[in-house]
């Protein structure tokens, strides 16, 4: 039989730095490979878990605990969850670590502030621009860096390819330990 795998993978980064693309990249070479998986963004959470929610700092905290919760409820019932988001605050992948406890792995997607702009797939930091936002992660707000993650993906001066190859083998290296294991 093949080994199932589960766990919680967090992937952390600037906007357009590629947290999409692997986790979806990521997802289908796990089905491919026998193992089911879900994936949760922002978008997929606000469309509906938090169409309730704005994006004041409490909205916002809310909106991960609430992915946070879900994430767990898939890995406790033996499925992998990928979760995308920026994530620019230690404190808040602190808490998500010590809530979700050694489900928990955290993947910082790096890439160079400069080339996330100049991708700007989704249009986000030229709309900021225009709309003036000074809160938006990399421009007004900060991104900080994460001080421990359990892996790290340099986006621009890796291919996709390889950096979901690289996922997909962690996930496979750091499955948390079952129950029943010593
Ligand atoms: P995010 O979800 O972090 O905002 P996206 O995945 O939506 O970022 O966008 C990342 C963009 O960068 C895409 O257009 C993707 O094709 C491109 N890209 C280039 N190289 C990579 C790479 N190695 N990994 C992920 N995305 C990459």
């Known amino acids: 039989m093949t080994q199932q795998l589960t766990g919680i993978y967090w992937l952390t980064g600037l906007s357009g730095a590629g947290k999409t693309t692997l986790t979806l990249g990521a997802a289908d070479l796990l089905r491919a490979q026998g193992h089911p998986c879900l994936v949760l963004d922002g978008d997929i959470m606000r469309a509906g878990l938090s169409s309730d929610l704005g994006f004041s700092p409490e909205d916002r905290r809310e909106n991960l605990r609430r992915a946070g919760e879900v994430a767990r409820l898939v890995a406790q019932q033996g499925q992998v969850c990928l979760c995308a988001f920026i994530t620019p605050y230690q404190a808040t992948r602190n808490a998500l670590r010590q809530r979700l406890g050694p489900l928990y792995r955290e993947i910082f997607v790096s890439c160079p502030l400069e080339s996330c702009v100049s991708r700007d797939p989704k249009g986000n ?58």
């Open 125 to 182: 930091y030229a709309r900021a621009r225009r709309e003036g936002r000074t809160d938006y992660t990399g421009i007004g707000a900060p991104y900080e860096t994460p001080d421990a993650p359990d892996v790290r993906v340099e986006t621009n001066t890796s291919g996709i390819d390889d950096c979901v190859r690289t996922i997909v083998q962690f996930i496979y290296d750091s499955q948390p330990p079952r129950q029943g294991d010593r």
